[in-house]
């Protein structure tokens, strides 16, 4: 399989006792699940900040303006939808004041619509236990860089 850089924009969402916001995508190639951040693919012209505020208003609702206007690359390689992407992707942090803030759907697409499988808030002590793969395998690092506490 060859492999294809895409590329794209993660958020870091966490809420006001610094749970971070996963959402859970079945891949339609082979079912399979994965968690990871909101975010997606940078359109033509776009910068990978509105492109971050953007696919964090699209996949859940919430407000793009909680994004801080700084990002850390992070190394890809997964595979979806029969295809391998790799290179770096921008992620971003966007710190929200209240607990779990209530998320939407509305702006899906029909394919994720159909994909995205669920959604949740999960503490640091909870990302071990997730029942599927986590995407990045080193959210934890990526957090404490936009953190700065590394």
Known sequence: MEATYRPATRVICLDAVDRVLLLRWRDPFDGALLWEPPGGGIEP???????????????????????????VPVQRDVRWNGKWFVGPEQFFLARFPDE????????LLVDEQQNLDATGWFADAELDSLPDRLEPPELRSVIATLLGTR
């Open 45 to 71: 012209g776009e910068t990978p900040y509105d492109a971050a505020r953007r696919e964090l208003f699209e996949e859940t609702g919430l407000d793009p303006a909680a994004i801080l206007d700084h990002s």
């Open 100 to 107: 779990r803030p209530a998320l939407t759907r509305a702006g």
